[in-house]
């Protein structure tokens, strides 16, 4: 049996959502579970092709005009996560943890995307696939290809001490996601290596949706919650 004193965590799995509305989500989700009146929450989703700037800012990765985005049907935020540009879009797993960290005064933020990073290895060797990190950057890898990217924000708690988490992994499932949207940047800032998906390391086909239920397991492997 959980030890009571174990947080509840809500996992949710919201299939397609528009970039600008699951912000939006986060920001409300971020200041309830701050205040106390909303349990931690994991959501799950997929995004319409979107292209996020994060504060690292360096437009210049963007290869892309505005008149070609708007042909592509491809959107673009300048948002307030770490990191810097990547691409979300259909294909793809994207979890945004909102989560509390250090309410014990102890925080560690570097351990906490080594976590996450562990959540998607974890995953990938239950399929027989090596994921790896690179030092110098986050996010997983399988040889020189990235086939998940991690950007977060910590925000400082108004209530208590510690930080609430935001922003999250972008896990790729679907062969042929690189082609589809990370052509048009310079992904993460790092030209020399490419992008790789689960399906084309696999050599198999998966569902997303399937993908995100198999996935909460290794996510409370590293994160002990209790599910709502």
């Known amino acids: 049996m959980s030890s009571p004193d ?55 990765h963007l290869l892309l005009s505005a008149e070609q985005l708007k042909e592509q049907g491809i959107t673009l935020f300048e948002i307030d996560r770490g990191g810097d540009i990547t691409y979300h879009g259909p294909g793809q797993l994207v979890g945004y943890p909102l989560l509390r960290l250090g309410e014990n005064g102890k925080v560690d933020l570097h351990g906490y995307l080594r976590r996450l990073e562990s959540v998607i290895i974890d995953f990938l060797a239950a399929y027989g696939i090596t994921g790896s990190r690179k030092p110098e950057y986050t996010g997983v890898w ?44 310079i992904p993460c800032g790092i030209a020399e290596y490419g992008v790789t ?10 569902d997303l949706g399937e993908v995100a239920g198999e996935l909460v397991p290794y996510f409370l492997r590293h994160f002990p919650y209790r599910l709502i």
């Open 6 to 60: 174990i947080s509840l965590l809500e996992v949710s799995y919201l299939s397609l959502m528009e970039y600008g509305a699951a912000w939006e989500l986060q920001k409300e989700a971020v200041q309830a579970i701050d205040a106390g009146t909303a349990s931690e929450r994991l959501i799950l989703l997929q995004h319409p092709p979107t292209y996020t700037i994060g504060s690292q800012h360096h437009p210049e």
């Open 142 to 185: 399988v040889g020189d290809e990235k086939i998940c990217a991690i950007g977060v924000k910590f925000n400082k708690s108004r209530f208590r001490r510690g930080f609430i988490t935001s922003h999250g992994f972008a896990f790729n499932i679907s062969a042929g996601i690189g082609e589809r949207g990370f052509q048009g940047i």
């Open 197 to 206: 998906s689960l399906e084309e390391c696999a050599g198999c086909s998966f």
